[in-house]
């Protein structure tokens, strides 16, 4: 009796553990096609400032947004800070998952500087 108890309590941890390798292998798969699409999107030379969905081969769904931020710091740089956010929408076990992912990228702005030179007109000059 007492070895049949130790049998059944050691293959229900094995099952718990099996059940628990399955579901980290599932979001290291998800986590490796996110970091993938970040990837793309940082190879990009340039990127405005927006939104838009993509869905792969796979039927996984992805909303991407860009837009900058810490603009009063840099304003008057020659470069602005992009926020890029990568949400995966995918599916197992007839459940819908999410992974997001987040990052900043730096991007040569394509507006003129506001400098103090452009803040005052030509003719008023300053002493």
């Excluded at 108890?5 to 059940?19: D, E």
């Amino acid at each position: 009796m007492i070895i049949s108890i130790v049998v059944i309590s050691v293959i229900q941890l094995f099952s718990i553990n099996l059940r628990n390798l399955t579901k980290s292998s599932d979001q290291i798969d998800a986590l490796i096609l996110a970091n993938s699409k970040m990837r793309e999107i940082l190879e990009l030379e340039k990127i405005e400032e927006k939104a838009w969905n993509e869905t792969d081969g796979q039927g996984n769904r992805y909303e991407i947004s860009v837009s900058e931020i810490l603009n009063k710091r840099t304003e008057n740089l020659l470069v602005k800070l992009e926020e890029i956010t990568l949400t995966l929408y995918y599916r197992k076990e007839r459940k819908e998952k999410t992974l997001t992912l987040k990052t900043a990228k730096v991007f040569p702005r394509l507006e003129p500087l506001k400098t103090v030179a452009n803040l005052f007109p030509r003719e008023m000059k300053l002493n």
